[in-house]
Every structure is written in C-alpha cells, then in structure tokens.
C-alpha cells in the first residue's frame, strides 16, 4: 500500500470506536502519527488506549488524549501536547458527537444545546485550537464531519441536523480563509454503521456499512492533493460528492414586482436547468444584480412596459 500520509500528525476526535478509530486506524496504516481524542481516553484499560495498542502493534505511532472538545482549554492543551511531542499538527478530523433524537416539540433546550456544543462548538474548538499554528507552518487538512440528516433533514433530528449543517457552512468560510495558506478543509458525510446507529438499520444493511468503508474518503480529503472546500459523501464503499446550489431563477423588473407575481412563478423559480454552485456567498448579489441589468436593457416586454410607463 502507498502510504500517503508520511511524516504526518494527526488528530482524531471521538476516535475511542465507530467511525473516529477507523479514521484513525487508516490514517495510522498510511503513515501518520496519530493522536486519538476521546472522553476517558487517559484512563486505564480505555476504549481510545485499545485503539492507540492496536496502532503501535502495527508499527505505527499513536497517542491517547482525553479532553472533551466541549471545553476549549481541554481542546487546547490537548493541541499543545500533540506539538510538544511531534512538533506539529497537520491533520485535524473532527468527528465527535452525540445523539439525542426526539421530535422537536418533544425535545428540551438542554438536548438541542448538548448536541450544537458538541458537533458544531467541539469542531469548532478543535479546529481554533490549530488554526493558527497551521496557517503558520503553510500547511494543514482539517475535516468537518458532516451528515446527510443536516444536507438533506432526517425526522426527529431537528438538533443534531442543524449542528451537521452548520458545520458546512464553518467548512465553506474556513476553506476560503485557509486557501492561501496552504490549508485545506472538507467536509465528511458518512453512512456508517456505529453506536448511533444502532437499532436505526437492519442487520443485512448493518453488515454492508462498515465504518472500514468510509475511511478512505477521509484519506482523500487529507492527503497532500486533498481537494477544497468538498462535501464528500461515503458509504458502503460507495462516494458521492454534495453541492449547495443556486437556480438561475427568474427577474421581476420594476412593472410586475409583487408578491401574487412572484408566487404565480415559483415553479420557475425552482427550476433546475442551469443551476450553478456559487464560489462565494457574494455570487448571489453578482448573479441577481447580472439577472436585473439584463432583464431591463432586453427589450423585453416587460422592460418595454417600464419604458411605456416612464414616457411622458
């Protein structure tokens, strides 16, 4: 095997089981050091110190860590620690999480709070903590780990959707910031049979998603060619990519511009030929601004209809 992540360091978020150690297993056979983050993990006997035994028994080297990425100053002490020991850190994969699933007009504040702080503030902690120092060195790979339920909605996940969706959007600004930096930042979205989801498939589905199946992806979002601002889909040994698109819509000019007008046209609207994937949230104004000029300087009959109105 090719091992692509030579020489590298890594952290791992949640990587005690599930999804998190097969990262870390993976990153580990392609030569990354790796430093496995879980609650508990300094403890004897752990779940994430079976996970580094199991590295270092392969050859590789791995460490454990056990701060709990809700807490900032955990998440940076457990930063420093990985450059005190290999001198840097390259590859940051946020993959902690929770699951309090209800349906929202049964879910308490404290279950939807629990879950943003902490998918969406424990990548966010993880990701500050490195930030700096990565841009610093012109190199870094960070992953946010992401979920169709957030991309697409799933019934009774009303919290951990937003968390998975807002994780997009830190990914989109942070790869534009980084960009010239040399860092790199994707987004991960697994199908993966793991201890949240247990109960959720049947046992024929169960044995097709192995967390094994997904961890290629995450090579591939942080090898040295790892691409940009990516929403990569996996599962099952099947890859897919996402994309937040824009339709080319429609422009009412100054003669129809109304609510019944645009109600009356929302079908046009939603139409999806020649839809686009904006590089910035700026490609909006640019492309509604593009839409207004032309629609008053066609000639069209509506134009014609502002000229009429307009003529003395």
Known sequence: MTQLLQGRNAIVTGAGRGLGRSHALELARHGARVMINDKGADQPGSEAQAVVDAIRAAGGQACAHGADVTDPEQVRAMTQSAIDQWGRVDILVNNAGVLRDKSFAKMSLEEFRLVMEVHLMG?????????????????????????????YGNFGQSNYAAAKMALVGLMQTLALEGERYGVRVNCLAPTAATAMTEGLLDPQALDMLSPASVSPALIALVAENAPNRTILMAGAGSFEQANITMTHGICLNEAELSASALIGRLDEVSDRENESVPATGFDQLRHEIAKAQACRQSGTPEAQAIQARRAP
């Open 123 to 151: 990548s966010v902690h993880c990701t500050h903590a490195v930030w700096n120092a990565m841009r610093e060195q012109n190199y870094g790979r960070i992953v946010m780990t992401t979920s169709s339920s957030g991309l």
